[in-house]
């Protein structure tokens, strides 16, 4: 599930694609997790960038401590 107020990740290279997004274990939980929903080929790092989204969350809540966890298969 995607946190409310936030969009999918999305990087493209030009033989790659990820699809993505932030999630969390429990809604109260300040670890993000950065899930892979869909891909081809291979991205240069393996490292999908949601950092619009994370600023986003930053934004609603600034100060909040997030922990990111890149879960990417």
């Known amino acids: 599930m995607i946190i409310y107020g936030l969009d999918w ?6 033989d790659c694609y990820h699809l993505g997004y932030l999630t969390r274990q429990h809604w109260s939980s ?5 899930r892979s929903y869909n ?15 994370i600023a986003a969350l930053d934004a609603r809540t600034p ?7 890149n879960q990417l298969h």
């Open 9 to 14: 990740c999305y990087e493209a290279g030009d």
């Open 30 to 34: 300040p670890h993000l997790i950065v």
């Open 39 to 53: 891909s081809a080929g291979t991205l240069p790092d393996q490292h999908l960038d949601c950092s619009a989204q």
């Open 63 to 69: 100060g909040y401590f997030f922990v990111i966890d």
